[in-house]
Structure formats: structure tokens, C-alpha cells
């Protein structure tokens, strides 16, 4: 039971007794309970043999059930197969057919663009309120960390069976080690561009019983001066290989500015790469506007309202607008917990089609991840047919669903997607 419930790496029943059982392992600590400390301790002169230490202390974390079940065993709870079944039969998809778009992913080369972010998650028990003045007074228990931005994009991609490489800028400190050595983890390839003149952006929430209290950024919005940006163009198009899919993934942070994603996009557009981007708008102002020409887009709501200037239009009127204001062929308008509308063209017709989507998972224990997720699904699947903008909506829509299951934007791979997939619409039972 403490295996499952992740509180240990290792467990073991003393069959052959105390003394043998510490002897065939040799820990260097043994913890006991504060309540053995004035008793008889045979483990002491056992560990001295070797220099462990004898540790007593019960402990001052408090844990739910919530918290020690874990985010993993309770993914499947909360994604509504059924939902997602039924939105599969409304627009004519099988399973199998979504099988087969994750399996063509495997080997398609993605080339990622933007702004690398680490993310940083301390977990705080209350405390009370301050007598001084009225502050909320937490006690940290555990942080924990996650590489973000593009690096987790190309985590994603790269999590699909895509060969991911990455182009993107870090400081010179000590996060910038840490996301070269995740990111040479999640098998991406990674040359960044070291910028003297920043810091590595960082953004560190404080959460307390499952809510975030606070939110604290560290980061430098200046442009990339024009060396470097000459340097990252060089970098990004002397692949002799043309790459399948280019997304950008853009959080205004400085490492793309409007004349450089010009040059991008029109060398790309030149060699028919599909391209997708996404623009972020959350505590810094995103400019979806500079993806002039591009094939693909994913705004929230927000964002295309900001982009546009209107506040008063329908979805989709607005999402019509966000089209022909980029010259945009497809695009998916995402409404958070309310799902999105899908923009593309009817092959049949010719037609504008507008297609809404619900969301999987209404009960989402993070909701940090989520458009990356949905971008790298939805992206991938339509570089692979533009005539099938369902399929790529609902693979976006079951991944985003996987990823606000748990804490900390994660790659999801192509296994978990297809254990969904391949698992019947009345089975929604935890994985």
C-alpha cells in the first residue's frame, strides 16, 4: 500500500528480524517516532557498525486523502469518456482513426520556437492570520519543479513520437542548467541561446489545500538585441532538412519580436511547412497579431478579443474575424472549462466550418499545461491532413483533458492517450 500510494521507493516485511534486516541493507538513517525516544533503541548500536544515525521525529506535514491518492490514480475520475465517445460518433471518428493519426506522429520532425519558462510549485500548509496585520500565514512543505514555455511544448512533442527540436533562450544561472538537463531528458533536441542580459524566466506559485495563493515572476521582457536575433535565425533555418511542423510558442518574454517572426514565417511559408502558433496572454500582454500568415492558431477567448478589439461578438464571429485578420486557414478558440470552437475550411464545400468541442475533464487539478497540450496534439494531427480538423480538435481536447488530471505541466505520452482511446465509453475508472 505505501508503494501505491508513491509514499516510498522502497518497501520491505523484516521476516529474518531487526538486526539482520538492517544489516543486509546498511541505511544511513533509521526513522522512528518521537514516542521511542526514551525506550530501549537496539537499532543505535546496530548502525554504529557502519556510522548510520538513529533519527526520531513524527513528522509535521499534514496530508489529505486527496494528497496521498495522488493526481495519477485519479485521471481516470475525472475525464468523461462518455463525452468524449459521443463527440467521436456526432462527427463520424473512431477510435481506431485517432489511433492511427497518434502512430503517423511517430518520427515527424517539429521544429519549436518561443520563450522557455521554468515553473516552480511550493506547497504550503496554513498556518493562521498574522497578529502584526492582516497577512495569511503558510509553512512550506515540499517544491516542487517543471521546466515550461516552449521546453515543455517540445516535451509534448517530443512525448508523441516526434522528433522535437528546440530553439529558444535562457540566462546564465542556475535554471538554466536545470532545464538543459530536463530537457536532454524528455529526448528533445536543445542549443540554446544564452542572453547575459536575463535571467532564465522563472515563475514560482505558492499553493495551499489545492488553490494558488500567489504567484511570483521572475523574468526580463526586452527584445533580443539584433545579434542574437540574427544568430537564432541562422540557428532555426540551417537544418538542411525542412521540418514537418514549426509551432511558435510565444509568451511575449522577448525572444521573438514582430520583424523576426516576419522573417521566420516567410522563410517557412517559402518551404511549405505547416505552422502553428500561440500567442499568450495572461499577467504580460501576448501579441497574437505578428503571426501574420500562419496556418494555425489556438487563442483563449481573451486573447482573439484583445487581438481584435471586439468584446461584444459571438464566439463565432469572432473566431471568423481571428481567421481573416491573420489570413489564417484553421483555428481553435478555446473557452477554458466551456470547451472551444474549432475554425477550418469544408473540403466539400469550401466553406468556413465552425465545429464546438466540450471539455473532457471538468474537474481539473491544474490547469497549467493545458494549451500546450491541446497546441502539440491538435498541431501535429493537422499537419498530417488539413481535411480532418475533428480529429485534430479531439486529440487535443483528450490530451488537454490528461494534463489538468495532475499537478505540473508534463509530457503526456502516446501511451496514455491510447490506454484512453482503447478503453470502452462506460469504463471511466481510475488508471
Same mark, same amino acid.
Given at each position: 500500500?505505501?508503494? =501505491? ?39 543505535? !548500536? ?62 515527424? $520532425? ?44 517540445? !516535451? ?144 483563449? =477567448? ?13 464566439? !463565432? ?88 488530471? $495532475? ?25
Amino acid at each position: 500500500m505505501l508503494l =501505491e500510494l508513491g509514499l516510498c521507493h522502497r518497501a520491505l516485511v523484516m521476516e529474518d528480524g531487526l538486526e539482520a534486516a538492517l544489516l543486509r541493507e546498511r541505511p544511513d538513517l533509521v526513522v522512528k517516532g518521537k514516542e521511542f525516544e526514551s525506550a530501549d533503541n537496539p537499532e543505535s !548500536a546496530i548502525l554504529a557498525k557502519w556510522g548510520g544515525r538513529l533519527v526520531f521525529g513524527s513528522g509535521e506535514a499534514s496530508y489529505s486523502g486527496r494528497d496521498l491518492l495522488g493526481a495519477e490514480s485519479r485521471q481516470g475520475d475525472a475525464i468523461d469518456l462518455n463525452a468524449f465517445h459521443d463527440q467521436c460518433h456526432r462527427h463520424g471518428v473512431s477510435s481506431s482513426d485517432l489511433v492511427r493519426v497518434l502512430k503517423q506522429c511517430e518520427g515527424r $520532425r517539429v521544429l519549436i520556437i518561443g520563450d522557455t519558462i521554468v515553473d516552480e510549485y511550493v506547497t504550503t500548509a496554513p498556518v493562521g492570520l498574522s497578529r502584526e496585520d492582516p497577512t495569511i500565514v503558510v509553512r512550506p512543505e515540499h517544491q516542487q519543479r517543471f521546466v515550461g514555455g516552449a521546453a515543455i511544448v517540445a !516535451a509534448h512533442c517530443a512525448a508523441l513520437g516526434a522528433e522535437a527540436r528546440l530553439h529558444s533562450m535562457l540566462g546564465e544561472d542556475e535554471a538554466a542548467g536545470f532545464v538543459q538537463e530536463q530537457v536532454g531528458k524528455f529526448g528533445v533536441e536543445f542549443s540554446p541561446l544564452i542572453d547575459q542580459t536575463r535571467p532564465t524566466t522563472t515563475k514560482r506559485r505558492y499553493r495551499c489545500e489545492g488553490k494558488t495563493l500567489l504567484r511570483v515572476n521572475q523574468f526580463r521582457q526586452h527584445h533580443l538585441d539584433y545579434r542574437l536575433q540574427d544568430e537564432l535565425f541562422r540557428q532555426v533555418t540551417s537544418k538542411a532538412n525542412d521540418p514537418a511542423l514549426v509551432i511558435f510558442s510565444d509568451f511575449s518574454y522577448g525572444l521573438l519580436p514582430p520583424s523576426l517572426v516576419s522573417r521566420l514565417v516567410e522563410h517557412f511559408r517559402s518551404r511549405h511547412c505547416f505552422i502553428a502558433a500561440d500567442s499568450q496572454t495572461s499577467s504580460q500582454l501576448g501579441d497574437l497579431g505578428k503571426f501574420q500568415g500562419v496556418n494555425y492558431v489556438t487563442p483563449t =477567448e481573451h486573447e482573439a478579443r484583445i487581438l481584435l478589439s471586439d468584446y461584444t461578438s459571438g464566439i !463565432a464571429v469572432l473566431g471568423s474575424k481571428l481567421k481573416a485578420h491573420l489570413s489564417c486557414p484553421f483555428a481553435a478558440v478555446t473557452l477554458g472549462q466551456d470547451g472551444l470552437l474549432m475554425f477550418g475550411n469544408d473540403a466539400r464545400s469550401g466553406q468556413d466550418s465552425v465545429h464546438p468541442f466540450p471539455a473532457f475533464n471538468k474537474r481539473p487539478e491544474d490547469t497549467a499545461g493545458a494549451g500546450d497540450s491541446f497546441l502539440v496534439a491538435s498541431s501535429l494531427s493537422l499537419s498530417l491532413s488539413t481535411d480532418q480538423v475533428e480529429h485534430a480538435a479531439l486529440l487535443g481536447s483528450l490530451a488537454a483533458a490528461i494534463q489538468v488530471s $495532475r499537478l505540473g505541466n508534463l509530457p503526456i505520452g502516446q501511451a496514455a492517450l491510447m490506454r484512453r482511446l482503447n478503453r470502452p465509453a462506460s469504463d471511466n475508472q481510475p488508471i
